[in-house]
């Protein structure tokens, strides 16, 4: 329980790196796991992610619920800066699970279907595809290679509000 706690800090500190820091994924599915065993040995969490949220100031049951549901929703904080573009630094939507603009998520399946791809990477950071895709440099922290099904993924989710 304690362990969940810490997870949900982590979430909580790394949170500016939603959606894509390292950290802050790794804190993510430490939380989905511990939260999974929990259940099956049928602790009932809410009492202490109530007091959680006394202690930190934070909407730790939202939190815990968005961090469960990702990448379908993403944990940010009532206090996160608002998230930007990688590519142009526009503002994006909160919603966002790619670090991108819907401007810009456009330009990278243009580039890819011009088979234009400038990465040097090879992974896909969301799917773990094997692929050269759009490279951003993500929120200043390091460099992403979205594939094109992940850019495609964004662009239905845009479409459908
Ligand atoms: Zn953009
Ligand atoms: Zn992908």
Redesign the pocket.
Known sequence: MEELCLGLRDVGVSNAQLPDGEDVREAISRVKALSAELARRGVDVSSRIARLSTETNWDMDLLLRETLGFPRSVPYLASTPDPKCGNCGMPISRKAVLALCPRCVAQGLGQLAAGRSESHLDT??????Q?K?FLVYAYGLEWMN??????E?ERAREAAG
């Open positions: 896909c950071p969301i799917c773990g595809r692929e895709g979205y594939c094109g099904d992940c850019l993924d």
